[in-house]
Nanobody
Framework: QGQLVESGGGLVQAGGSLRLACAAS????????MGWFRQAPGKEREFVAA????????YYADSVKGRFTISRDNAKNTVYLQMSSLRSEDTAVYYC?????????????????WGQGTQVTVSS
């Protein structure tokens, strides 16, 4: 079936950094577009970043541009989200997702596979 598992979340002070990882198992996601989304309490899930299946193209929400970097290692079947200059408004559960149709989309409904999420809490 395929499974995505996020890790690397935690508690960090404002201005700090975290690196999230999304490890795939059960199938290879090397030829899928991958995305990161987040959901804060009481808010809808929102797009954070996406990366093409080759890794040559990346896309970011305006709110994280210049602070977050998405990358992937297809040999390890893993996608990363490096987060720097974290702010309190970045506090959320972060989810990774995979799209077999490689649409590199910002829309959650285009992604077929989702992880369980990892909590990121930024204290001010």
């Amino acid at each position: 079936q395929g499974q995505l598992v996020e890790s690397g979340g935690g508690l960090v002070q404002a201005g700090g950094s975290l690196r999230l990882a999304c490890a795939a198992s059960g199938r290879t996601f090397a030829n899928y577009a991958m995305g990161w989304f987040r959901q804060a309490p009481g808010k809808e899930r929102e797009f954070v970043a996406a990366i093409s299946w080759t890794g040559s193209s990346t896309y970011y929400a305006d709110s994280v541009k210049g602070r977050f970097t998405i990358s992937r290692d297809n040999a390890k079947n893993t996608v990363y989200l490096q987060m720097s200059s974290l702010r309190s408004e970045d506090t959320a559960v972060y989810y990774c997702a995979a799209d077999p149709l490689r649409r590199n989309s910002q829309m959650a409904y285009t992604y077929n596979y989702w992880g369980q999420g990892t909590q990121v809490t930024v204290s001010s």
